[in-house]
């Protein structure tokens, strides 16, 4: 029963340098979400998916790209890292629109971009 | 931008002492969800109020939201130390990105044993 699965849950980058986050669900979830929270901001949304093959931009997506190739993973993309995207990373899930169900979250990413 | 603010920033208290956080926002909502975070975890969902509704109970939780002053609260009754976590209000936006879950800052909520 692992709900919601992020890999890694640390890393540490150097500036320009490039990674993928992968976030995996194994509650046959159409909707998928990456966020950023940082200390003091709350959480922001950065892309999210409403089903296989989709994806779209949330509040903060620059500098970020995802993918959504199978139904049950969610890619985050780093090309260039920079010391602004040093954050904890937490990827969602829910059923339905994320306003209207539950979303069920992973353990977090922490980055840090030196 | 953000929607939810919760109110106050962090609360302490004793165990056995009900808890009570504030959310207000901005913009008409079609329901506000309150989450939980411990520390260095995930959040986790705890309760969902549409915006018809005016009171949810869910344990030793009870949730109100009120429209017309666009304002929500949580309280907990006869806390535990283990509710000691980060409580976050999140929202959509009426007639919003169906993908875009706004949250608050967050409490941070301490008991005390």
């Known amino acids: 029963n692992a709900g919601v699965t992020q890999t890694p849950k640390f890393r540490v980058l150097k500036t320009g340098q490039s990674m993928t986050l992968l976030c995996a669900q194994d509650m046959n979830h159409e909707y998928m979400y990456w966020y950023r929270q940082d200390p003091g901001m709350g959480l922001r949304l950065i892309h999210y998916?409403?089903?296989?093959?989709?994806?779209a931009k949330g509040e903060v997506p620059d500098g970020y790209n995802v993918s959504r190739l199978k139904k049950q993973n969610f890619l985050l993309g780093l090309e260039s890292a920079a010391p602004s995207q040093t954050s904890v990373y937490f990827c969602a899930s829910s059923y339905g629109r994320v306003w209207d169900t539950e979303a069920f979250f992973g353990q977090g990413t922490r980055l840090t971009v030196v | 931008s953000q929607q939810g603010e919760e109110d106050p920033q962090a609360l302490s208290i004793q165990e056995g002492e009900n808890a009570t956080m504030n959310c207000s926002y901005k913009t008409s909502i079609n329901n506000l969800q309150w989450y939980r975070q411990n520390s260095g975890r995930g959040l986790v969902h705890l309760i969902l109020?549409?915006?018809?509704?005016r009171e949810k109970h869910s344990g030793r939780l009870r949730v109100t939201l009120d429209t017309s002053k666009k304002s929500s609260s949580l309280l907990i009754t006869a806390s535990r130390a283990a509710d000691t976590a980060s409580y976050f209000c999140a929202t959509d936006v009426y007639g919003g990105s169906q993908g875009n879950l706004i949250f608050g800052k967050g409490t941070k909520l301490s008991v005390k044993p």
């Open positions: 998916s409403v089903g296989e093959g989709t994806t």
């Open positions: 109020i549409r915006s018809n509704e």
